[in-house]
Protein backbone atom coordinates (compact mmCIF):
# COMPACT_ATOMS: atom_id res chain seq x y z
CA UNK A 1 0.00 0.00 0.00
CA UNK A 2 1.33 3.11 -1.07
CA UNK A 3 1.94 5.87 1.96
CA UNK A 4 3.11 9.61 2.59
CA UNK A 5 6.40 10.32 2.67
CA UNK A 6 5.96 13.71 4.79
CA UNK A 7 2.56 15.21 6.58
CA UNK A 8 3.69 17.84 4.58
CA UNK A 9 3.65 17.48 0.81
CA UNK A 10 4.76 20.44 -1.70
CA UNK A 11 4.42 20.63 -5.78
CA UNK A 12 4.65 22.49 -8.57
CA UNK A 13 1.59 24.28 -10.25
CA UNK A 14 2.75 25.87 -13.86
CA UNK A 15 -0.42 27.74 -15.32
CA UNK A 16 -0.61 29.50 -18.34
CA UNK A 17 -1.16 33.29 -17.45
CA UNK A 18 -1.27 34.46 -21.44
CA UNK A 19 -0.62 32.80 -24.25
CA UNK A 20 -0.92 34.11 -28.33
CA UNK A 21 -1.32 31.61 -31.33
CA UNK A 22 -0.39 33.06 -34.74
CA UNK A 23 0.69 32.02 -38.08
CA UNK A 24 4.63 31.46 -38.54
CA UNK A 25 4.52 33.77 -41.54
CA UNK A 26 3.54 37.01 -38.55
CA UNK A 27 5.95 36.01 -35.69
CA UNK A 28 7.52 39.53 -36.33
CA UNK A 29 4.34 41.61 -35.67
CA UNK A 30 4.27 40.11 -31.54
CA UNK A 31 5.59 42.77 -29.16
CA UNK A 32 3.35 42.79 -26.48
CA UNK A 33 5.43 42.86 -23.67
CA UNK A 34 4.50 39.24 -22.15
CA UNK A 35 7.13 36.89 -21.16
CA UNK A 36 7.01 34.31 -23.50
CA UNK A 37 9.09 31.87 -22.56
CA UNK A 38 8.23 28.27 -23.64
CA UNK A 39 6.80 28.48 -27.52
CA UNK A 40 5.49 25.28 -29.79
CA UNK A 41 5.20 25.02 -33.60
CA UNK A 42 2.15 23.77 -34.45
CA UNK A 43 0.20 22.43 -38.30
CA UNK A 44 -3.42 23.46 -39.37
CA UNK A 45 -5.01 22.23 -42.29
CA UNK A 46 -4.79 24.76 -44.81
CA UNK A 47 -7.79 27.09 -45.15
CA UNK A 48 -8.74 29.01 -48.24
CA UNK A 49 -11.53 30.87 -49.67
CA UNK A 50 -13.76 29.69 -52.71
CA UNK A 51 -13.02 31.49 -55.81
CA UNK A 52 -15.89 33.08 -56.96
CA UNK A 53 -18.08 32.24 -53.65
CA UNK A 54 -19.03 35.67 -52.16
CA UNK A 55 -22.12 37.32 -52.38
CA UNK A 56 -23.01 40.25 -50.10
CA UNK A 57 -26.74 41.80 -49.55
CA UNK A 58 -27.11 44.74 -47.03
CA UNK A 59 -26.96 43.21 -43.85
CA UNK A 60 -24.49 40.41 -44.59
CA UNK A 61 -21.72 38.80 -46.70
CA UNK A 62 -21.78 34.58 -47.18
CA UNK A 63 -19.02 33.09 -48.72
CA UNK A 64 -17.00 28.99 -48.74
CA UNK A 65 -14.15 28.12 -47.33
CA UNK A 66 -12.28 24.96 -48.32
CA UNK A 67 -10.18 23.08 -45.43
CA UNK A 68 -7.52 20.59 -47.27
CA UNK A 69 -6.86 17.34 -45.47
CA UNK A 70 -4.05 15.45 -47.13
CA UNK A 71 -6.05 14.97 -50.81
CA UNK A 72 -9.47 15.31 -49.78
CA UNK A 73 -10.77 19.08 -49.06
CA UNK A 74 -13.86 20.40 -46.28
CA UNK A 75 -16.30 22.81 -47.98
CA UNK A 76 -17.62 25.22 -45.25
CA UNK A 77 -19.91 27.35 -45.80
CA UNK A 78 -20.08 31.02 -43.93
CA UNK A 79 -23.72 32.26 -44.19
CA UNK A 80 -24.05 35.31 -42.42
CA UNK A 81 -20.33 37.26 -42.07
CA UNK A 82 -21.03 40.74 -40.51
CA UNK A 83 -18.20 43.37 -40.51
CA UNK A 84 -20.81 45.77 -38.59
CA UNK A 85 -24.41 46.06 -38.00
CA UNK A 86 -24.74 49.68 -39.48
CA UNK A 87 -22.67 48.77 -43.03
CA UNK A 88 -24.29 48.41 -46.09
CA UNK A 89 -22.09 44.96 -47.33
CA UNK A 90 -23.35 45.52 -51.04
CA UNK A 91 -21.34 48.59 -50.69
CA UNK A 92 -18.11 46.72 -50.19
CA UNK A 93 -15.23 45.81 -52.70
CA UNK A 94 -13.94 42.60 -52.48
CA UNK A 95 -10.58 41.17 -54.09
CA UNK A 96 -9.51 37.69 -53.25
CA UNK A 97 -6.32 36.65 -55.38
CA UNK A 98 -4.29 33.79 -55.76
CA UNK A 99 -3.47 32.05 -53.20
CA UNK A 100 -7.23 32.77 -52.15
CA UNK A 101 -6.19 32.19 -48.12
CA UNK A 102 -6.70 36.54 -47.84
CA UNK A 103 -9.50 38.53 -48.54
CA UNK A 104 -9.42 42.25 -49.34
CA UNK A 105 -12.15 44.53 -48.43
CA UNK A 106 -12.66 47.84 -49.77
CA UNK A 107 -15.21 49.88 -48.32
CA UNK A 108 -17.16 52.28 -50.02
CA UNK A 109 -20.54 53.04 -47.76
CA UNK A 110 -19.91 56.73 -47.46
CA UNK A 111 -22.76 57.17 -45.12
CA UNK A 112 -20.91 54.74 -42.69
CA UNK A 113 -17.44 55.52 -42.68
CA UNK A 114 -18.44 59.66 -42.22
CA UNK A 115 -20.45 58.16 -39.27
CA UNK A 116 -18.57 55.37 -37.84
CA UNK A 117 -15.15 54.93 -39.51
CA UNK A 118 -13.82 58.76 -38.57
CA UNK A 119 -11.27 56.65 -36.63
CA UNK A 120 -10.38 54.58 -39.47
CA UNK A 121 -6.27 55.26 -40.71
CA UNK A 122 -8.11 53.10 -44.06
CA UNK A 123 -11.49 52.11 -45.67
CA UNK A 124 -9.09 48.89 -46.58
CA UNK A 125 -9.11 45.64 -44.38
CA UNK A 126 -7.87 42.32 -45.24
CA UNK A 127 -9.36 39.34 -43.66
CA UNK A 128 -7.12 35.81 -43.43
CA UNK A 129 -9.23 32.75 -44.11
CA UNK A 130 -8.30 31.28 -41.12
CA UNK A 131 -9.61 34.21 -39.25
CA UNK A 132 -12.76 33.90 -40.48
CA UNK A 133 -13.14 30.52 -40.25
CA UNK A 134 -12.49 30.93 -36.04
CA UNK A 135 -14.61 33.56 -35.39
CA UNK A 136 -17.92 32.91 -38.37
CA UNK A 137 -17.49 28.73 -38.71
CA UNK A 138 -19.61 26.51 -37.37
CA UNK A 139 -17.38 25.05 -34.98
CA UNK A 140 -15.48 26.42 -32.24
CA UNK A 141 -12.75 23.89 -31.78
CA UNK A 142 -9.14 24.20 -33.56
CA UNK A 143 -7.08 20.71 -33.37
CA UNK A 144 -3.48 21.09 -33.64
CA UNK A 145 -0.72 18.90 -34.11
CA UNK A 146 2.25 19.60 -31.74
CA UNK A 147 5.75 19.60 -34.26
CA UNK A 148 8.10 21.03 -31.92
CA UNK A 149 8.53 22.42 -27.83
CA UNK A 150 11.30 24.61 -26.89
CA UNK A 151 11.88 27.44 -24.79
CA UNK A 152 13.98 30.75 -24.81
CA UNK A 153 15.30 32.42 -21.27
CA UNK A 154 18.75 33.78 -21.13
CA UNK A 155 20.32 34.12 -18.32
CA UNK A 156 17.88 36.10 -16.55
CA UNK A 157 15.01 36.07 -18.80
CA UNK A 158 15.79 38.62 -20.86
CA UNK A 159 15.45 36.23 -23.67
CA UNK A 160 11.52 35.06 -25.07
CA UNK A 161 10.66 32.63 -27.80
CA UNK A 162 10.10 35.24 -30.54
CA UNK A 163 13.60 36.52 -30.02
CA UNK A 164 14.41 32.78 -30.31
CA UNK A 165 12.44 31.94 -33.32
CA UNK A 166 14.37 34.72 -35.15
CA UNK A 167 17.39 32.40 -36.24
CA UNK A 168 16.01 28.75 -34.68
CA UNK A 169 17.49 26.18 -37.06
CA UNK A 170 15.01 23.89 -35.83
CA UNK A 171 12.03 25.93 -37.30
CA UNK A 172 14.13 26.54 -40.66
CA UNK A 173 14.12 22.73 -41.07
CA UNK A 174 10.79 22.37 -40.24
CA UNK A 175 9.94 24.91 -42.94
CA UNK A 176 11.73 23.29 -45.22
CA UNK A 177 10.72 19.51 -44.34
CA UNK A 178 7.79 19.62 -43.20
CA UNK A 179 6.36 22.10 -45.74
CA UNK A 180 7.63 19.62 -48.78
CA UNK A 181 6.33 16.85 -47.74
CA UNK A 182 2.69 18.47 -45.99
CA UNK A 183 1.56 20.84 -48.53
CA UNK A 184 -1.70 20.90 -47.54
CA UNK A 185 -0.60 22.21 -43.81
CA UNK A 186 -0.29 25.85 -42.79
CA UNK A 187 2.32 26.58 -39.54
CA UNK A 188 1.26 28.48 -36.66
CA UNK A 189 3.70 29.63 -33.16
CA UNK A 190 1.67 29.06 -29.57
CA UNK A 191 3.26 31.42 -26.99
CA UNK A 192 3.30 30.78 -23.88
CA UNK A 193 3.61 32.56 -20.92
CA UNK A 194 3.68 30.76 -17.77
CA UNK A 195 3.19 31.54 -14.13
CA UNK A 196 4.40 29.25 -11.03
CA UNK A 197 2.59 28.42 -7.71
CA UNK A 198 2.86 26.23 -5.14
CA UNK A 199 0.90 23.20 -4.26
CA UNK A 200 0.86 22.18 -0.64
CA UNK A 201 -0.98 19.10 0.62
CA UNK A 202 -1.20 18.48 4.62
CA UNK A 203 -2.06 15.15 6.42
CA UNK A 204 -2.62 15.65 10.10
CA UNK A 205 -5.36 12.99 9.78
CA UNK A 206 -3.58 9.61 9.92
CA UNK A 207 0.00 10.55 11.40
CA UNK A 208 1.17 7.84 8.98
CA UNK A 209 4.43 8.86 7.39
CA UNK A 210 7.70 7.35 6.27
CA UNK A 211 9.41 10.34 7.16
CA UNK A 212 10.78 10.91 11.04
CA UNK A 213 9.56 13.58 12.31
CA UNK A 214 12.77 15.46 12.17
CA UNK A 215 13.03 14.39 8.52
CA UNK A 216 9.63 16.07 7.96
CA UNK A 217 10.81 19.39 9.80
CA UNK A 218 13.86 19.36 7.91
CA UNK A 219 11.53 19.15 4.61
CA UNK A 220 9.50 21.67 5.51
CA UNK A 221 12.09 24.15 6.15
CA UNK A 222 14.05 23.79 2.85
CA UNK A 223 11.16 24.11 0.71
CA UNK A 224 9.88 27.33 2.60
CA UNK A 225 13.30 28.77 2.71
CA UNK A 226 13.91 28.45 -0.88
CA UNK A 227 12.21 30.39 -3.32
CA UNK A 228 11.00 28.31 -7.21
CA UNK A 229 13.88 29.32 -9.52
CA UNK A 230 12.22 30.79 -12.70
CA UNK A 231 14.94 29.30 -14.93
CA UNK A 232 14.33 25.75 -13.41
CA UNK A 233 10.25 26.41 -13.64
CA UNK A 234 11.29 27.17 -17.45
CA UNK A 235 13.51 23.94 -17.63
CA UNK A 236 10.91 21.63 -16.37
CA UNK A 237 7.72 22.83 -17.77
CA UNK A 238 9.50 22.58 -21.27
CA UNK A 239 10.38 18.98 -20.44
CA UNK A 240 7.23 17.85 -19.19
CA UNK A 241 5.51 19.45 -23.14
CA UNK A 242 7.90 17.12 -24.44
CA UNK A 243 7.65 13.85 -23.17
CA UNK A 244 3.94 14.41 -22.86
CA UNK A 245 3.83 15.07 -26.67
CA UNK A 246 6.70 13.30 -27.34
CA UNK A 247 6.53 15.76 -30.91
CA UNK A 248 8.48 14.52 -33.83
CA UNK A 249 11.12 17.32 -34.17
CA UNK A 250 12.25 17.27 -30.48
CA UNK A 251 14.79 14.77 -29.06
CA UNK A 252 15.88 15.88 -25.66
CA UNK A 253 13.59 15.35 -23.02
CA UNK A 254 11.21 12.58 -25.18
CA UNK A 255 12.32 9.23 -23.35
CA UNK A 256 13.85 10.15 -19.67
CA UNK A 257 11.59 12.92 -18.11
CA UNK A 258 11.26 13.29 -15.18
CA UNK A 259 15.24 12.50 -14.67
CA UNK A 260 16.46 13.69 -10.96
CA UNK A 261 20.40 13.62 -12.73
CA UNK A 262 19.18 16.31 -15.02
CA UNK A 263 20.23 19.81 -13.59
CA UNK A 264 18.35 21.87 -15.58
CA UNK A 265 15.60 21.36 -12.80
CA UNK A 266 17.89 19.49 -10.22
CA UNK A 267 15.91 22.12 -7.19
CA UNK A 268 12.84 19.64 -7.22
CA UNK A 269 14.53 16.86 -6.70
CA UNK A 270 17.06 18.27 -4.37
CA UNK A 271 13.82 19.85 -1.83
CA UNK A 272 12.07 16.64 -2.49
CA UNK A 273 8.71 17.56 -4.21
CA UNK A 274 6.07 15.43 -4.60
CA UNK A 275 4.39 16.22 -7.83
CA UNK A 276 4.52 18.62 -11.39
CA UNK A 277 1.28 20.00 -12.80
CA UNK A 278 0.98 21.74 -16.13
CA UNK A 279 -1.74 23.28 -17.05
CA UNK A 280 -2.35 24.78 -20.52
CA UNK A 281 -5.46 27.02 -21.11
CA UNK A 282 -6.46 26.77 -24.01
CA UNK A 283 -9.98 28.73 -24.30
CA UNK A 284 -9.63 32.13 -26.23
CA UNK A 285 -11.10 35.70 -26.23
CA UNK A 286 -12.92 34.99 -29.72
CA UNK A 287 -15.04 32.24 -27.80
CA UNK A 288 -13.59 29.47 -29.82
CA UNK A 289 -10.87 26.82 -28.05
CA UNK A 290 -8.50 25.27 -29.33
CA UNK A 291 -7.58 21.34 -28.93
CA UNK A 292 -3.20 20.00 -29.09
CA UNK A 293 -2.46 16.84 -30.32
CA UNK A 294 0.37 14.38 -31.06
CA UNK A 295 0.38 10.52 -32.22
CA UNK A 296 1.74 9.77 -28.38
CA UNK A 297 -0.74 12.15 -26.31
CA UNK A 298 -3.42 14.99 -26.69
CA UNK A 299 -4.90 17.38 -24.50
CA UNK A 300 -8.50 18.39 -25.24
CA UNK A 301 -9.52 20.82 -23.16
CA UNK A 302 -8.78 23.69 -20.50
CA UNK A 303 -9.72 20.78 -17.73
CA UNK A 304 -6.81 18.38 -19.00
CA UNK A 305 -3.43 18.65 -17.55
CA UNK A 306 -0.22 17.28 -17.54
CA UNK A 307 1.05 15.80 -14.48
CA UNK A 308 3.66 13.71 -13.29
CA UNK A 309 5.39 12.42 -10.10
CA UNK A 310 8.66 13.90 -8.89
CA UNK A 311 9.84 10.63 -7.13
CA UNK A 312 10.78 7.33 -7.97
CA UNK A 313 9.73 5.86 -4.71
CA UNK A 314 6.52 3.38 -6.31
CA UNK A 315 5.56 3.23 -2.59
CA UNK A 316 5.11 6.74 -2.30
CA UNK A 317 1.45 8.27 -2.54
CA UNK A 318 0.93 11.42 -4.82
CA UNK A 319 -0.01 14.32 -3.16
CA UNK A 320 -2.96 14.65 -5.76
CA UNK A 321 -4.22 11.34 -4.66
CA UNK A 322 -7.14 12.23 -2.46
CA UNK A 323 -8.90 14.00 -5.36
CA UNK A 324 -9.49 10.69 -6.91
CA UNK A 325 -13.53 10.24 -7.56
CA UNK A 326 -13.28 6.34 -7.07
CA UNK A 327 -15.09 6.74 -4.06
CA UNK A 328 -12.44 5.77 -1.24
CA UNK A 329 -10.65 7.28 1.16
CA UNK A 330 -7.09 7.79 -0.40
CA UNK A 331 -5.30 8.93 3.04
CA UNK A 332 -6.14 5.27 4.24
Keep these: MKRRKYLSEFGLNVFTSYKTIIPVEHLNIIKDGHDYHIYSIMSYPKVRYVKNSFKASEEC ?71 VL ?12 ILYVGQAFGKDGERIATDRLKSHSTLQKILTDYYSSHPDKQLYIFLFEFTPQLQMSFDGLTGIYTATQKEE ?41 PDEEHKGYSQYYDLDYNNLVVEIDLEFDENFYVQLCSETNRINSSFDFIQYDLFNDPNRKNMCDIFKSDGKRNDL
Excluded at 65 to 79: A, C, F, G, N, P
Design 61 to 131: ISLTLEKQIKDSVETIEIQHLVLDANLDHTKLGLDCPYPYNKLNVEINDNEWLNTFGRGLSSNKISLEAQG
Design 134 to 145: DIFGPTRNLEFE
Design 217 to 257: DSHFNDVMSNPLKYNQIINITEAAMINYFKPPYNVNFVDNF
